[in-house]
């Protein structure tokens, strides 16, 4: 079997799309920044890596905002099935240079290969369900209300509404999924299939990946006929090039994954703008864990293991780290306890993306011990961007008072909070944020007060599982990845799975319009065999 390349390998390579220039690309044109130097960082060799990268000025936002802008019309006039082949066109680019990717992504990130190889399917994966969401058609939310002219007092006029794309949008990659969620992830799948060009703010964490991708995005685009301004990547330094982003009145929208200090920012910038935007931030949540007493009884030890195991994976990296645990005092707790504590001291030391990111979590577990009590560590590490596990206890009064217990700590921490009874679980379960997901383990006697608890989640989180673990979200039709803020800043949506076309979307009613100028969605005939509700009846005639 071939080896995939290495590192030097690749940045030696330079023609094709896998060469790295330390370029961005703007509207297909291969631009240099002129800002600050930044490599990408290889957290578990400690190196820096080649080539350099510069940010970008306000030059270069307003020029990928103008491409955008101009690519628009010709844009969102394109087909389904031209936007879906073009989605397709993306992804067996991506597919073609996915050895060279795997290794730059893992060289940047300290991720294992197993982990972007993954990725690189889910990636590829979520830009077919795409296209097969544009192709099946329900997207456009086509309704006719027929006239009716001989209604007393007044006559009903010919309505007719579908959704259109929102406009050029504006994307922040995520540091923790450098291919998933990042410049060809789902937030520009979604706004891409939607009919809006989409500028990629790039994160500094993994440059080379972005560049990489944006090639196969930039070649797609070209291949596909499409005006160059459908795709740019910009680097920058959030609080300049990200908010010049924001704030440019040619955006129309904003997808972000990240810190809660970095989303609010957005959402506060985009909503002082004099044409506000929605923004769709996906920030921060702990994705507490009810174990009920039943299930502890009967499977305290197994729980505690599996929840070190979901914990531990990917250094705690996930926006769906489990980083709550809540049960009723009981002998079944202290085994749960006692296994986790094992595991967790078992647990190696293993690299976070960015030193940055390890400092953060090392002083958010500071913040932990200050105010729980400790106990178990993970092994030490060896390097400044080791993640160390940590396990923490507390009661539920002080869980409820304390702001520090209840932050996200990103990284493989979690606190598990005692409760003397069940009413004080639930309290716990009415006194949390939003959440992007909550978790029950319960068995057949438990399922009384499964019952209870249920109503009080679907409050507070945007997805409820019973048995296993948060850390794994599938992309597909039900999924919801999103809930009540901090969780994120607009619960009404998902930025996982086909319902994330939505958020780029807009309705409009056409009132009396001329049969000739008609969208063919809301056209006479149906032309493409939609479903539609006509008189509020769903119908494919
Ligand atoms: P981040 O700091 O929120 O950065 C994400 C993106 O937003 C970057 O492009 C960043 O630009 C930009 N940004 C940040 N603050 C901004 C501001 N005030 N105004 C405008 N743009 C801003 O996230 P990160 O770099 O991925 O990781 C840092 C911390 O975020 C982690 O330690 C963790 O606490 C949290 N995090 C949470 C999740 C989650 O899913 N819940 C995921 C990743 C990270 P710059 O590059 O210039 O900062």
Redesign the pocket.
């Known amino acids: 079997m071939d080896m995939p390349p290495t590192v030097e390998d690749m940045t030696a390579t330079i023609s094709g799309t896998t060469s790295l220039t330390g370029q961005m690309l703007i509207a297909g044109t291969a631009v240099r920044g002129t800002g600050t130097e930044i490599r990408a960082f290889d957290p578990a060799a400690g190196q820096p890596l080649e080539p350099v990268y510069q940010h970008g000025d306000a030059g270069h936002v307003d020029a990928a905002c103008a491409a955008a802008a101009g690519a628009f019309g010709a844009y969102r006039a394109t087909s389904a099935e031209q936007r879906a082949q073009f989605l397709e066109t993306v992804a067996t680019n991506i597919e073609a240079i996915s050895e060279t990717l795997i290794a730059r992504a893992v060289a940047e990130s300290g991720l294992p290969q197993a982990r972007l190889t993954g990725e690189v399917g889910r990636t590829t994966g979520q830009l077919r369900l795409f296209a097969s969401v544009l192709r099946e058609g329900s997207w456009n939310g086509a309704r006719i209300d027929t006239p009716l002219p001989d209604r007393t007092p007044l006559p009903r006029p010919d309505l007719r509404q579908r959704f259109i794309p929102l406009g050029p949008v504006a994307v ?5 999924f450098p291919l998933a969620f990042s410049v060809a992830g789902g937030d520009t799948a979604s706004a891409l299939a939607a009919g809006c060009p989409v500028v990629v ?5 993994h440059p080379g990946t972005s560049e990489l991708v944006a090639r196969a995005i930039t070649d797609a685009v070209a291949a596909s006929g499409l005006p160059a301004g459908t795709f740019s990547l910009l680097f ?8 010049a982003l ?1 704030t440019d009145s040619r955006i129309k929208a904003v997808g ?8 609010t ?2 959402v506060a ?1 985009a909503a002082a703008r004099p044409e506000p935007i929605p923004v769709y931030a ?4 702990i994705n507490p864990v009810f174990v009920l007493g039943g299930a502890l009884a009967t499977r305290g030890e197994e729980l505690g293991r599996a929840f070190v195991g979901s914990l531990t994976m990917g250094s705690g ?3 769906t780290n489990p980083g709550l645990v809540i049960a009723v005092d009981s002998p079944g707790l202290t085994t749960f306890v006692a296994a986790a504590t094992e595991a967790v001291g078992n647990a190696p030391a293993t690299p976070m ?2 030193p ?2 390890a400092g ?2 090392a002083s ?1 577990v500071d913040s932990l011990a200050a105010a729980a009590d400790l106990v178990a560590r993970g092994q030490q590490g060896g390097n400044e961007t080791s993640c160390r596990a940590a396990l923490f206890t507390t009661d539920a009064a002080s869980f409820l008072k304390s702001e520090a217990l209840q932050a ?4 493989a921490s979690s606190l598990i909070v005692r409760c003397a009874d069940t009413a004080e679980m639930r309290a716990v379960a009415q006194g949390i944020e939003g959440q992007l997901t909550a978790t029950v383990h319960a068995d057949e006697s438990d399922l009384d007060e499964a019952g209870e608890l249920l109503p009080l989640l679907e409050l507070k989180a945007g997805r409820i599982l019973f048995g296993g673990w948060p850390t794994g979200v599938e992309v597909s039709h039900a999924m919801v990845h999103g809930g009540p803020f901090p969780a994120t800043s607009d619960s009404r949506t998902t930025s996982v799975g086909s319902r994330a076309i939505e958020r780029y979307l807009r309705p409009v009613c056409y009132q009396d319009v001329p049969k000739s100028l008609l969208p063919s969605a809301i056209a006479d005939g149906n032309p493409e065999h939609l479903w539609r509700r006509v008189d509020g009846q769903l119908t494919q005639d």
Do not use: W
Request: charged share 10%; glycine share 18%.
């Open positions: 922040f990659s995520a540091s923790n703010k790039g994160h500094d964490a920058g330094s959030g609080p300049d090039l990200g908010i924001v972000f994954t990240g810190s809660r200090s970095g989303g920012a957005l910038a996906e920030m921060s949540s990296q996930f926006c993306l960015t940055n990111i953060n979590y958010g996200e700590v990103f990284g």
